[in-house]
């Protein structure tokens, strides 16, 4: 037998008559079912005595149903002291969140208490233990191949704490021995007190002296029957049976008034009819189990009282054990429909895992296509969090599977960005290369021929795939501030429109006058404020430059006006965003294609980003779990970041699209 097993004996806490199933519901990795429960075995019903006419004159005070009442207390083994223990402090402790060090010194804690109290914990901190090791490892492992090292040279982490582990284990085993062995040895002590009674009531009942002056001895003897404890199980029926047999021979013998036995027949049948009174209204308890552990009380105190008069016997038992009927089936019934549930689980979690292992990711090979197979990865992650336990013979089982089918996508995954890192570097070495043309062209005068070969540059710019984000900014602005070099360069020497651009300012200034006065305007709805504001915007965008001194204080002269009539109608942000783009549209359509290829190129490297956020908050979201408070507000708070990227890609995408319309 395995040491940390208690011995059968030492934990045995069920009766004869019913025995209840274990409803703790310990915390384990991923999901455990409920225990099933144990038949429950019906009480015996009350033995029949025949009594001869003189013995049913006078008969005995304690009757023979006294007697079977004793045999079947002998199996009720829980001690009054365990009953009363108290569960230690640690028992509400969150272990999980222990480190290694910290769940060795509690078990080092738990090893002061009593042996008996501590078996759960001391699983459950074992448990713990190894797993956080294997995670430790796998870290240190993941860490010592990343920088480099080889699979073969890895070693596992020793720090010592596991043979301190073990080193405690075995101080928690030989203590367990050691109460295990002191249990047998009180079992024995306890036959050889129980052998001594009955040979001193075999002496009472084959004495020739006037029994009755022996009563009050042997009701000593039997109350300190009672209290000695239990016996070695090979002698329980044989040693009960002699004691029934001598309880029956000695109250045979005993002859009492007539009027007293009737008495006691009488304040038992009133006990016994408020005990099935109680075992009735349990049909009416909502909680199944509270009824069922209540039963079981009901049953000690039925076995506790004395018998009721023979004419009662079978009418009251009858009740009794009907009532207990209704609850049993209740019982019974509350755990078929839970192993019901639970196979349906498995089933349900099996189709998963059949769909997860089926899904074909070995022919994806773009990102986009990853991404949407995250997607769909994920959203089976999710229903199989919302389906509820297995049975417990499964349970693990299904999960590993699970498991392995998830990671097996995951690590593929992996693979195939990491295969993605040379193509991100050939595509950086493609653009150095265009920056490098581009800064040797940022000084020529020849303003028509370099400006089609910077225009044909970035045109080949758009058609090279994306590059490893630190150095995407960094290239960018090296290429973007050579051509902008150049344009700036040839605006500055093809500029003869000073009158046009003063005409032009002076056509703003009265926009935004207009857009100011429409703040009082009263005699329309707000739609037609709207519908003006729109066509001041238009008029806006279809003038001209002018002077660049004036250029920006004009700008957020019109950006405030606009802004302010905006808010005052309501008009959603991202609406407004929109139209103020729409606004510098205009203005960066007169400057020519490459102002437009520019910014839609911004854009563009802005949109992969928010998706490259979007695609990695959606794939750590699939690694976390709900099955606490923390976990769940944190997929919570990712949740709403990725709604508020897909809202902000969503607008950069209507701009993009309204550039490749002016395109």
Request: charge should be negative; hydrophobic fraction near 35%.
């Amino acid at each position: 037998m395995d040491p940390l097993e208690l011995n059968k004996d030492a934990e045995m806490v069920d009766n004869d008559l019913t025995q209840q199933p274990d409803q703790t519901n310990p915390q384990v990795t991923e999901e455990l079912p409920v225990n099933e429960p144990a038949k429950t075995v019906q009480p015996e019903d009350e033995a029949e005595t025949t009594v001869t006419p003189e013995v049913a004159a006078s008969e005995a005070v304690e009757p023979k149903e006294e007697a079977v009442a004793d045999v079947v207390s002998e199996e009720e083994v829980v001690s009054e002291e365990k009953e009363k223990q108290v569960v230690p402090e640690s028992k509400s402790l969150d272990l999980q969140a222990f480190s290694r060090e910290e769940l060795v010194a509690h078990l080092k804690q738990l090893l002061t208490l009593e042996i008996e109290t501590i078996k759960d914990e001391v699983e459950h901190i074992k448990l713990l233990f190894y797993k956080k090791l294997k995670a430790d490892n796998e870290e240190s492992k993941k860490v010592f191949l990343e920088s480099g090292g080889e699979e073969h040279d890895y070693k596992p982490v020793k720090d010592g704490l596991d043979e301190e582990l073990k080193t405690l284990l075995n101080e928690y085993k030989t203590k367990k021995a050691a109460l295990i062995a002191k249990m047998e040895a009180d079992k024995e002590n306890n036959l050889i007190q129980k052998q001594h009674i009955l040979d001193r009531m075999k002496v009472l009942v084959e004495s020739n002296d006037d029994v009755s002056s022996h009563i009050n001895e042997f009701r000593e003897l039997q109350k300190k029957w009672k209290s000695i404890g239990q016996v070695p199980q090979e002698h329980v029926n044989e040693l009960w049976k002699s004691y029934a047999t001598c309880q029956e021979s000695f109250w045979d013998l005993i002859k009492i008034n007539n009027e007293l036995r009737e008495y006691d027949f009488k304040k038992n049948l009133e006990l016994k009819t408020t005990i099935c009174e109680a075992a009735e209204r349990l049909d009416e308890e909502a909680d199944v189990i509270s009824a069922f552990h209540q039963l079981q009380k009901l049953h000690d105190e039925w076995r506790e009282t004395g018998p009721v008069a023979r004419e009662f016997r079978e009418e009251i038992w009858n009740r009794f054990k009907a009532a207990s009927a209704v609850i049993n089936r209740k019982h019974q019934g509350h755990f078929d429909e839970i192993r019901k549930i639970e196979e349906d689980n498995l089933i349900a979690k099996t189709a998963l895992c059949e769909k997860i292992e089926a899904f074909d990711f070995a022919s994806l090979n773009s990102y986009k296509a990853w991404d949407e197979a995250t997607k769909t990865i994920m959203g089976w992650q999710e229903e199989w969090r919302t389906i509820g336990f297995a049975p417990r013979k499964s349970n693990h089982k299904i999960f590993d599977r699970y498991r392995a089918a998830c990671d097996a996508f995951f690590n593929a995954k992996a693979e195939f960005y990491k295969a993605s890192k040379n193509v991100l570097s050939d595509n950086l070495e493609k653009k150095k290369a265009l920056c490098e043309q581009a800064e040797k062209l940022k000084d020529s005068t020849e303003w028509k021929e370099t400006s089609e070969t910077l225009i044909r540059l970035q045109k080949e710019w758009k058609t090279i795939g994306p590059v490893a984000k630190k150095y995407s900014d960094e290239v960018w602005k090296r290429f973007i501030s050579a051509c902008d070099y150049f344009f700036e360069q040839k605006q500055k020497n093809t500029s003869g429109q000073r009158t046009e651009e003063l005409e032009n300012l002076a056509k703003k200034k009265d926009l935004i006058a207009k857009i100011n006065e429409l703040d009082i305007v009263t005699d329309k709805t707000p739609a037609d404020v709207l519908t003006m504001l729109r066509e001041y915007i238009a008029q806006w965008n279809e003038v001209g430059h002018v002077p660049f001194r004036d250029k920006d204080k004009i700008y957020k002269e019109y950006r405030s006006a606009v802004d302010k009539m905006f808010e005052k109608l309501n008009v959603d942000a991202n609406q407004r965003r929109l139209d103020t783009f729409k606004s510098n549209l205009k203005d960066m359509s007169t400057k020519g294609e490459n102002k437009l290829l520019r910014e839609r190129e911004k854009l563009m490297r802005a949109y992969e980003h928010l998706k490259s956020e979007i695609a990695t908050y959606e794939n750590n979201i699939g690694f976390l779990t709900s099955t606490n408070k923390k976990g769940s507000g944190l997929i919570r708070e990712m949740e709403r970041k990725i709604e508020a990227l897909k809202e902000e890609a969503g607008l950069i995408e209507q701009k993009i699209n309204l550039i490749e319309e002016s395109l």
